[in-house]
């Protein structure tokens, strides 16, 4: 299943009638021949409104799901912010910076066009992206295309997107329940099931052709001795069964994600931890979220939008000991003891984000919690374990508050090469400032325990695409020069 999209570019020219065409067109041809990867050149120069309907017709037809509209000149502000109301797909705006011809025929006066272009934007109510500095040369918006390009991603990605959920969130866990108003905001569809629609489902599923096909793919995964042979054909049957209900469901919606309740029925009547399973899917771009955490799965479809890569769903979970911090961090890392915390799930993450000694395990929480405590483990078994490979990564989340406002946060970091000594998928991470951003941002603003992590430094292209969506609201851990509105100056 194929559930990111493929981003395929068109690249539009505008021209103000009053400017030379020529030098928009020339100065097309030059982005055209710069940038390096796909990108359709529109032959199509926009003047007026015809040639605005021309120009999209035309890259409809060549199958582009993204716009740049390129200032070649000045630009006619109606036709161009048209572009952005009738396309069907982000568009970004950029504009042509002076110097490759003289500066009386050759003058295009794109750097004040841009003003025009954003205040019409404005004036209509129409989204568009334009980079931090959007004037440029050929390389120069070369550049900024290939930002685009995970952003236009995402912002598809969550345009075509269906949640699927499965069970109410568990008692206690009010944090993972979340207005779904903020979805329809976003353009996401939500489909909520119950668990014994998941069970029927999975039920159904028994005897399919395909389920040791699956078990041999986990196997050689996993490699001998790291996961439980006897589990194979009830794991595979269950990533059938999901795989099926999204393919299924998915409806009108080209893309999809789970927020699956996961305890405390879930292991007695299905007779296992579905956690591996969940970190296969989200391996494939296929977000299962833990605890029918709805925001929690669209935090990582975005990120796997965005990054290309597998996230995860962590628990923001526990303090890093002292000791730990002067044993193996002082010295070694810039970072202080509160700059460090534990993240933590069950074993939702991918095997390819873990150190080499991952393996399916058990749950020791729900062990404890619902097998006799003098047995040994069985329908708690399904985890997959170990401690968090080091990598750079982001910590982040989109979250609709109980007001029914979209809100965010973005966090750089690391997760440092210190073993936990812990259990379940769990890693110490390491973000500059993170005690006050805990406090002023995660506190303050009453964001649940779950963060959505992408693997790498990604905080730029997730902080224009929560701009896109139309976020007002995006937090970070600012440095302390910089204080929160809540933070009290007398420390």
């Given at each position: 299943m194929?559930?990111?999209?493929?981003?395929?570019?068109?690249?539009i020219?505008?021209?103000?009638d009053?400017f030379?065409i020529?030098l928009?067109?020339?100065?097309?041809a030059?982005?055209?021949?710069?940038?390096?990867?796909?990108l359709?050149?529109?032959?199509?120069?926009?003047?007026?409104?015809l040639?605005?309907?021309?120009?999209?017709?035309?890259?409809?037809?060549?199958?582009?799901?993204?716009?740049?509209?390129?200032?070649g000149?000045f630009?006619?502000?109606?036709p161009?912010?048209?572009i952005?109301k009738n396309?069907?797909?982000?568009?970004m705006?950029?504009?042509a910076a002076?110097?490759?011809?003289?500066?009386?025929?050759?003058?295009?006066?794109?750097?004040?066009?841009?003003?025009n272009?954003?205040?019409n934007?404005?004036?209509?109510?129409?989204k568009?992206?334009?980079?931090?500095?959007?004037?440029?040369?050929?390389?120069?918006?070369?550049?900024?295309?290939?930002d685009?390009?995970?952003i236009?991603?995402?912002v598809?990605?969550v345009?075509?997107?269906?949640?699927?959920?499965?069970?109410?969130?568990?008692?206690?866990?009010?944090?993972?329940?979340a207005?779904?108003?903020?979805?329809y905001?976003?353009?996401v569809?939500?489909?909520?099931?119950?668990?014994?629609d998941?069970?029927?489902?999975?039920k159904?599923?028994a005897?399919?052709?395909r389920?040791?096909?699956?078990?041999?793919?986990m196997?050689?995964?996993m490699?001998?001795g790291?996961?439980?042979?006897?589990?194979?054909?009830?794991m595979?049957?269950?990533?059938?069964?999901?795989?099926?209900w999204?393919?299924?469901h998915k409806?009108?919606r080209?893309?999809?994600?789970?927020?699956?309740?996961?305890?405390?029925?879930?292991p007695?009547?299905?007779?296992?931890?579905?956690?591996y399973?969940?970190?296969?899917?989200?391996?494939?771009?296929?977000p299962?979220?833990?605890e029918v955490?709805i925001?929690?799965?669209?935090?990582?479809?975005?990120?796997?939008c965005?990054?290309?890569?597998a996230?995860?769903?962590l628990?923001?979970?526990?303090?890093?000991?002292?000791?730990?911090w002067e044993?193996q961090?002082?010295?070694?890392?810039?970072?202080?003891l509160?700059?460090?915390f534990?993240?933590f799930?069950?074993g939702?993450?991918?095997?390819?984000?873990?150190?080499?000694?991952?393996?399916?395990?058990?749950?020791?929480?729900?062990?404890?919690?619902?097998?006799?405590?003098?047995?040994?483990?069985?329908?708690?078994?399904?985890?997959?374990?170990?401690?968090?490979?080091?990598?750079?990564?982001?910590?982040?989340r989109l979250?609709?508050?109980?007001e029914?406002?979209?809100?965010?946060?973005?966090?750089?970091?690391?997760?440092?090469?210190?073993k936990?000594g812990?259990?379940?998928?769990?890693?110490?991470f390491a973000?500059?400032?993170?005690?006050r951003?805990y406090?002023?941002?995660?506190?303050?603003?009453?964001?649940?325990h779950?963060?959505?992590?992408?693997?790498?430094?990604?905080?730029?292209?997730?902080?224009?695409?929560?701009?896109?969506?139309?976020?007002?609201?995006?937090?970070?851990n600012?440095?302390?020069s910089?204080?929160y509105?809540t933070?009290?100056?007398?420390?």
């Amino acid at each position: 299943m194929k559930n990111i999209p493929d981003v395929k570019l068109g690249l539009i020219a505008v021209s103000r009638d009053c400017f030379p065409i020529a030098l928009s067109e020339k100065r097309r041809a030059a982005i055209k021949a710069a940038y390096a990867g796909d990108l359709y050149e529109c032959p199509v120069t926009v003047e007026n409104e015809l040639d605005m309907l021309k120009a999209l017709a035309d890259v409809n037809e060549h199958g582009c799901n993204a716009l740049v509209v390129f200032l070649g000149n000045f630009g006619p502000e109606t036709p161009e912010t048209l572009i952005a109301k009738n396309f069907d797909g982000p568009c970004m705006f950029v504009a042509a910076a002076e110097g490759d011809g003289d500066l009386i025929n050759g003058r295009g006066d794109a750097y004040c066009g841009m003003l025009n272009c954003s205040y019409n934007l404005g004036m209509r109510h129409l989204k568009g992206y334009i980079p931090e500095y959007p004037v440029g040369t050929a390389e120069d918006i070369t550049k900024m295309i290939a930002d685009f390009v995970p952003i236009a991603r995402a912002v598809i990605g969550v345009k075509n997107l269906k949640i699927i959920t499965f069970g109410p969130r568990p008692q206690d866990f009010f944090a993972c329940n979340a207005p779904i108003k903020g979805l329809y905001e976003l353009g996401v569809e939500v489909e909520e099931n119950s668990e014994l629609d998941l069970l029927v489902s999975y039920k159904e599923h028994a005897g399919d052709p395909r389920i040791p096909a699956v078990c041999d793919e986990m196997a050689a995964e996993m490699g001998e001795g790291r996961f439980y042979p006897d589990l194979g054909e009830r794991m595979a049957q269950f990533e059938l069964t999901l795989l099926d209900w999204a393919e299924n469901h998915k409806g009108s919606r080209k893309y999809v994600a789970f927020a699956d309740k996961c305890w405390p029925a879930f292991p007695s009547q299905f007779g296992f931890e579905p956690c591996y399973v969940n970190s296969r899917l989200a391996a494939r771009g296929i977000p299962v979220a833990c605890e029918v955490d709805i925001y929690g799965a669209l935090s990582e479809y975005i990120g796997a939008c965005v990054s290309g890569d597998a996230v995860t769903l962590l628990d923001i979970n526990n303090s890093v000991p002292a000791q730990m911090w002067e044993e193996q961090i002082r010295g070694k890392y810039d970072y202080q003891l509160t700059d460090t915390f534990m993240g933590f799930h069950c074993g939702n993450t991918p095997a390819c984000k873990l150190c080499a000694d991952r393996a399916v395990k058990y749950q020791l929480i729900q062990h404890r919690l619902l097998e006799p405590q003098d047995s040994d483990p069985d329908f708690t078994r399904g985890t997959l374990e170990a401690d968090i490979a080091p990598s750079d990564i982001t910590f982040y989340r989109l979250q609709c508050d109980s007001e029914g406002n979209l809100r965010s946060y973005i966090a750089q970091g690391e997760v440092l090469p210190v073993k936990t000594g812990s259990f379940g998928g769990i890693g110490v991470f390491a973000i500059h400032e993170m005690g006050r951003f805990y406090r002023h941002v995660l506190i303050q603003k009453r964001y649940p325990h779950h963060g959505a992590v992408a693997f790498g430094h990604y905080g730029k292209a997730l902080f224009e695409v929560f701009k896109f969506l139309g976020v007002q609201d995006i937090a970070y851990n600012q440095p302390k020069s910089l204080p929160y509105p809540t933070e009290n100056p007398w420390g």
